[in-house]
């Protein structure tokens, strides 16, 4: 199934895929950040 959407263009739906979007995960990641410093931060 999704080598046949490749071949028209298309991309696996995200909730189909088994790898997460490298943009969409550069953009999660940014977004934790804080809080991920301000845990790593309190344990200091």
């Given at each position: 199934m999704t080598h046949s959407l490749e071949k028209v263009g298309r991309a696996t739906?995200?909730?189909l895929s088994t790898h997460p979007d490298?943009?969409?995960r550069v953009e999660q990641l940014q977004a934790f950040m804080p809080e991920?410093?301000?845990t790593?931060?309190?344990h200091d």
């Amino acid at each position: 199934m999704t080598h046949s959407l490749e071949k028209v263009g298309r991309a696996t739906p995200a909730f189909l895929s088994t790898h997460p979007d490298p943009g969409q995960r550069v953009e999660q990641l940014q977004a934790f950040m804080p809080e991920a410093l301000a845990t790593y931060r309190a344990h200091d």
